[in-house]
């Protein structure tokens, strides 16, 4: 049993489609009062003005995201784009400030600087604990880690499914991580809510659209830090993302051949991946036979997997489809922060999608 406690979080970049995630899943938080939230050029606007459908708020107005806004709460959100959340989070503990920061953005995730300048060619912020759960660690998990965690890094929406998809055989040693491919169909809101032509339904409606081609996505340092987590030693990723007309979802495609001297059949593959899955609250394999769609995640902090051998080309195929929003951000941000604050893990967190 836990002592019923409420932490008071404020979110920064609540006009946004992963603040406006995490205040919809943390209005329904049984230990949570939502305090401050911020904007950037919407600051001075009521929340009810970006998000309508989160009516108890629509009345609060953003505040200009400034450290002074942040300060004298147990939890800060930074739902900032990458760079601001960096320099946001050094401003707070400049103040002095010292409460569970969760960063959804992309600034504390990666362990190496090179790797970070490479991908972002920018200065490295720092590391800070890896919020995914689930991910393998030597013999453990990352959960342990995230207990008590002061400063979380939130993963990639893509990186969350590729990982959770080939991780099982990865940590079995059954796939050889040198020749992984990995194509995603991938919803606008990821892409985020400021005005881009592209994504303009008139563009984006009736088009499929891959993006990032080419080795060039940013996700790619972050799949090969977590699949060396797992166990792997050299990891290549041929990484392709597809925008498809959808607002959530991912269905991420990920396949890799057997390692040296390993066989494998359909049975014996679902074995491992289900074994690895057991225990896990948000990470199911499905039934023989029936692969994951995106709707079948909408709305849950839920990843679902399938995997199959595709004898005649000899390589392993998962295939997992989470919401991005939700497993793919705000839900596993939440996750973590249950983790980080002592509660269930599971706490506040729907399983079930709203499919159709
Ligand atoms: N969308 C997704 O599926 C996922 C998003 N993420 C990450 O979450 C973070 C937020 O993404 P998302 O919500 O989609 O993006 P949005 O564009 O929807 O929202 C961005 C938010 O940040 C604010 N903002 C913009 N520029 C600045 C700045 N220079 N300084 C401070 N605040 C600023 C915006 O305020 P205003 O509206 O006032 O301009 C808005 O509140 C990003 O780092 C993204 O990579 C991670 C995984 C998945
Ligand atoms: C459709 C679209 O553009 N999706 C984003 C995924 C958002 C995400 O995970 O972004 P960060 O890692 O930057 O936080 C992308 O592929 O970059």
């Known amino acids: 049993m836990f002592m019923h406690m409420t932490f008071t979080v404020a979110v920064a970049g609540a006009s946004g489609y992963a603040g406006g995630e995490i205040l919809r899943l943390l209005l329904d938080h049984p ?7 911020t904007a950037h050029s919407n600051a001075g606007t009521p929340l009810g003005a970006h998000h309508p459908h989160l009516r108890a708020l629509a009345d609060r107005v953003l505040e200009p ?5 942040l ?3 147990d939890v800060v959100v930074l739902a900032l784009p990458h760079g601001a959340s960096g320099q946001v989070a050094a401003e707070l503990e400049a103040l002095g400030e010292d409460p569970v920061v ?5 600034d504390h ?10 991908y972002y060619g920018s200065p490295h912020a720092g590391t800070w604990t890896y919020g995914l759960p689930e991910l393998v660690v030597g013999d453990t998990h990352q959960r342990a880690r995230l207990v008590d965690a002061r400063r979380i ?18 940590a ?11 194509v995603l169909a991938v919803g606008y809101s990821g892409a985020g809510k400021s005005l881009k032509p592209h994504l303009l339904a008139s563009e984006a409606l009736g088009s499929a659209a891959p993006y990032a081609v080419g080795g060039t996505h940013r996700h790619v340092p972050e799949i090969a830090q977590n699949l060396r987590s797992a166990g792997a030693g ?15 979802g991912i269905l991420a495609t990920a396949t890799a051949r057997l390692a040296p001297g390993v066989e494998a059949d359909d049975d014996a593959l679902r074995e491992v991946w289900t074994a690895a899955y057991a225990d896990e609250p948000f990470v199911e394999v499905l039934p023989a036979g029936q692969w994951p769609t995106t709707a079948m995640t909408a709305g849950a902090n839920t990843a679902l997997v399938q995997i199959a051998h595709d004898a005649r080309v000899g390589r392993v195929v998962t295939v997992t489809a989470i919401d991005n929003l939700v497993k793919g951000t705000a839900g596993g941000a939440v996750q973590s922060l249950n983790l980080a604050l002592g509660l269930p893990e599971t706490l506040g967190l729907p399983r079930n999608g709203v499919a159709p």
Request: charge should be negative.
């Open 109 to 118: 995730r990666l362990v190496d600087a090179a790797d970070w300048e490479a």
């Open 102 to 106: 969760l960063d959804l953005g992309a």
């Open 65 to 69: 995201t400034t450290p002074q806004a």
């Open 31 to 37: 230990e949570v009062r939502i305090g401050t939230l």
């Open 172 to 182: 079995a040693g059954l796939l050889d991580t040198t020749d992984l491919v990995a």
């Open 153 to 170: 890094a939130v993963p990639g929406c893509n990186v969350t499914a590729v990982t959770l998809g080939l991780q099982p055989g990865v």
């Open 71 to 73: 300060a004298g709460h």
């Open 234 to 248: 050299d990891v290549r990723t041929s990484f392709t993302p597809v925008l498809v007309p959808m607002s959530r």
